[in-house]
């Protein structure tokens, strides 16, 4: 089981070295390819106007590793080619580059040219590294899904399910996170909670003990949930905390980042092939983690550079 953030790249160099896209890079999106190429993880591929990618290639660090350039002219194709060769196995993994999230999204989201499988959700998947004991915990989602019905949410802790796979936590332990830990019908995260953790109980999402709905505080401290009468081996030990929606998760991955000064990572997930965003709460120097955990979550024998 993968712990802290400094084994994450270290396990990804095992599997071989994958093909990574950008559609209309950025100038800051360099550093961070040379250093994920010089690192034994990825082989850049560009993709945007010639002239423009020569540019921001020429003297920078990336200039003297591996890479690939595809030139696309016309501005408004470069996403769906970009797109089209992850889907014909051309390259591994999407990363953002120039393009804005919500473009990304919808591209990701198309039923025809896109990445998501049928039926699936798309969702993002935070990674934070606890301050006090090597763990890594998972927060979901911290930035996609608005308000999600009890039907999405079951998707959504599945994507976060086989996050947690790919770090080896193997029975992980997941907190379904409301108000208050008890079923109040006018409360509806609570009832979506219950719902889950009923599911949970019958193995429905495999070896995860699912527990819900719990506050803040109990899903942190068996002493507090034993105060609440709650006992459960999720409380003061979770791998997983499913957020209610999109205002409690963004604000929590936020808060644990600029308040608890804790690092963080994530990577979309839900999508047939990894895909990497450029959140502005995740530290540049956690931009290579992301990238290592997307090569993690590659299929066994892609492109392979």
């Known amino acids: 089981m993968l712990n802290s953030f400094k084994q994450i790249p270290a396990a990804a160099k095992q599997d071989g070295v994958?093909?990574?896209?950008?559609?209309?890079?950025?100038?800051?999106?360099?550093?961070?390819?040379?250093?994920?190429?010089?690192?034994?993880?990825?082989?850049?591929?560009?993709?945007?106007?010639?002239?423009?990618?020569?540019?921001?290639?020429?003297g920078s660090p990336l200039a003297a590793e591996k890479y690939e350039l595809v030139e696309e002219n016309d501005p408004q194709q470069v996403l769906g080619r970009a797109i089209a060769m992850v889907r014909s196995g051309e390259?591994?993994?999407?990363?953002?580059?120039?393009?804005?999230?919500?473009?990304?999204?919808?591209?990701?989201?198309?039923?025809?040219?896109g990445l998501l499988p049928k039926g699936g959700i798309v969702s993002f998947v935070s990674v934070f590294s606890l301050l006090k004991r090597e763990k890594l915990i998972l927060v979901t989602d911290?930035?996609?899904?608005?308000?999600?019905?009890?039907?999405?949410?079951?998707k959504i802790l599945e994507n976060a399910l086989q996050l947690g796979r790919i770090l080896g936590i193997e029975a992980p332990k997941v907190a379904v996170l409301a108000a208050i830990e008890q079923v109040n019908p006018g409360i509806p995260s609570?009832?979506?909670?219950?719902?889950?953790?009923?599911?949970?109980?019958?193995?429905?999402?495999?070896?995860?003990i699912v527990e819900g709905p719990l506050d803040i505080d109990c899903a942190l401290s068996q002493i507090a949930a034993g105060r609440k009468g709650l006992q459960s081996a999720v409380t003061g030990n979770v791998d997983i905390y499913?957020?209610?929606?999109?205002?409690?998760?963004?604000?929590?991955?936020?808060?644990?980042?600029?308040?608890?000064?804790?690092?963080?990572?994530?990577?979309?997930?839900?999508?047939?092939?990894?895909?990497?965003?450029?959140?502005?709460?995740?530290?540049?120097e956690n931009r290579i983690v992301e990238i290592a955990l997307a090569c993690l979550a590659c299929p066994k024998g892609g492109t392979n550079g």
């Open 91 to 113: 390259a591994d993994i999407l990363m953002q580059g120039g393009a804005a999230p919500h473009e990304l999204l919808d591209a990701l989201r198309d039923k025809e040219q």
């Open 142 to 154: 911290t930035f996609i899904n608005n308000n999600p019905t009890v039907v999405e949410k079951q």
């Open 242 to 284: 499913l957020v209610p929606e999109i205002d409690t998760g963004h604000l929590l991955a936020e808060a644990l980042v600029f308040f608890g000064k804790m690092q963080t990572a994530g990577m979309v997930m839900g999508t047939s092939r990894p895909v990497i965003l450029n959140l502005p709460f995740v530290a540049a």
């Open 18 to 58: 994958k093909k990574l896209i950008v559609p209309c890079p950025c100038a800051t999106d360099i550093p961070l390819l040379a250093e994920a190429a010089a690192a034994g993880l990825v082989i850049p591929i560009l993709v945007g106007a010639g002239d423009s990618l020569e540019v921001l290639v020429n």
């Open 190 to 208: 609570t009832l979506d909670a219950a719902i889950l953790s009923k599911m949970g109980e019958r193995r429905q999402f495999g070896k995860a």
